[in-house]
Antibody
Framework: EVQLVESGGALIQPGGSLRLSCAAS????????MTWVRQAPGKGLEWVSI???????HYANSVKGRFTISRDDSKSTLYLQMNSLRGEDTGIYYC??????????WGQGTQVTVSS | QSVLTQPPSVSGAPGQRVTISCTGS?????????VHWYQRLPGTAPKLLIY???NRPSGVPDRFSGSRSGTSASLAITGLQAGDEGDYYC???????????FGGGTKLTVL
């Protein structure tokens, strides 16, 4: 059974840093595409970042240069390092397994609040 | 503002049929990219409901169906049940954004 469990969300001041984790089970993380998707309060879902099976990464323009996606294959864990956080980064962050076209499994999400 | 436009809310009585629209443009749905639908029930993670326009993953009841035409897509739910209450999102790929994109979501209320 595929499971994705996020952690690391917190209340953080603007300009601060945070690292989110997503523990995966039921499949081989290194062999698939993994993504982070977020939802700001009152807004729709927004794709944030992707890491392909070959390690290639891509980011939404809104987070490029500030966020870094990575994975630890030995721990079957996906990460999102978030630096220079802004108020507009507030939201629920989901990790999701990506088939190449759609998101076939999602975690339950972790809350990130950027506020002074 | 989302690239894919959905109505903010829809409602229906138990047993009725409702549809949720997802309107895009020539850079996403109109360009031939598949549309996928997700269901998020209160307090739960989003769940894939329909993939590639009209396909149901294993375990999704056939009360849920999808279609795509031109620059739009629709999700239909028949035999509405109280347990269907939640948020529904469409998703496709946008070639101008060079990334996947979601609709703003539609809140379904079962009266």
């Amino acid at each position: 059974e595929v499971q994705l469990v996020e952690s690391g969300g917190a209340l953080i001041q603007p300009g601060g840093s945070l690292r989110l984790s997503c523990a995966a089970s039921g499949f081989i993380v290194s062999s698939t595409y993994m993504t982070w998707v977020r939802q700001a309060p009152g807004k729709g879902l927004e794709w944030v970042s992707i890491i392909y099976s070959d390690g290639t990464t891509h980011y939404a323009n809104s987070v490029k240069g500030r966020f870094t996606i990575s994975r630890d294959d030995s721990k079957s864990t996906l990460y999102l390092q978030m630096n220079s956080l802004r108020g507009e980064d507030t939201g629920i962050y989901y990790c999701a397994k990506y088939s190449g076209s759609f998101y076939d499994y999602w975690g339950q999400g972790t809350q990130v609040t950027v506020s002074s | 503002q989302s690239v894919l436009t959905q109505p903010p809310s829809v409602s229906g009585a138990p047993g009725q049929r409702v549809t949720i629209s997802c309107t895009g443009s020539s850079s996403n749905i109109g360009a031939g990219y598949d549309v996928h639908w997700y269901q998020r029930l209160p307090g739960t993670a989003p769940k894939l409901l329909i993939y590639a326009n009209n396909n149901r993953p294993s375990g999704v009841p056939d009360r849920f169906s999808g279609s795509r035409s031109g620059t739009s897509a629709s999700l239909a739910i028949t035999g509405l049940q109280a347990g269907d209450e939640g948020d529904y999102y469409c998703q496709s790929y946008d070639r101008m954004l060079s990334s996947s994109t979601f609709g703003g979501g539609t809140k379904l209320t079962v009266l």
